[in-house]
């Protein structure tokens, strides 16, 4: 049971960061090198998209 709930969290962490991704600001090309990360590391992806991954679009603060 253990293994199961672990697997979801590492699910739910994954589709968390490819709809981030898919959403920031950056080009089309790294949005899709983040994605096939993502994808084929789904732990390590995880942790070097937090760490190193596209951020959100840039905000003008008024």
Do not use: N
């Amino acid at each position: 049971m253990e293994y199961g709930l672990l697997g979801l969290i590492i699910l739910i962490a994954d589709i968390y960061a490819l709809v981030k991704t898919w959403q920031s600001a950056a080009s089309t090309g790294a949005k899709l090198l983040w994605t096939l990360l993502i994808l084929v590391l789904p732990v390590l992806g995880f942790i070097i998209w937090l760490i190193a991954g596209p951020k959100g679009p840039d905000r003008v603060r008024p």
